[in-house]
């Protein structure tokens, strides 16, 4: 379940933040606070509208509507994080671009 978080959610940064003739970069970082691993998919693309931020998890929430996107990839990021995985996400995108995913999960989840 794990690889598939991280895999849409990689996907998702490429899709959603790429900005034509400019580079993407894409940081996956992780912070081991406590009993809790915190990681974050951060990416210095587009950005994300404010008008989409407080529904992104929600199915069919997509930016790119007529080039394809289907706007399940983060419902489904969400549903993995919070019901298989029994964690959190978060998602935030400053004004001045990008956007930075946060998921939260607990130690046991990894065996420590």
Do not use: W
């Not at 990021?77 to 964690?87: A, C, D, H, S």
């Amino acid at each position: 379940v794990f690889s598939q978080v991280v895999g849409y959610s990689i996907n998702n940064c490429i899709k959603h933040a790429k900005i034509d003739g400019q580079k993407l970069n894409i940081v996956v970082s992780t912070v081991l606070i406590n009993d809790y691993i915190h990681f974050y998919f951060k990416d210095d693309g587009a950005g994300i509208d404010k008008e989409l931020l407080p529904a992104i998890f929600e199915p069919f929430v997509t930016s790119k509507r007529f080039s394809g996107g289907t706007g399940l990839g983060l419902s489904i990021v969400y549903n993995l994080v919070t019901q298989k995985l029994k964690g959190e996400i978060k998602m935030q995108s400053p004004a001045h671009g990008g956007a930075c995913l946060h998921i939260i999960l607990t130690g046991t989840e990894f065996n420590f």
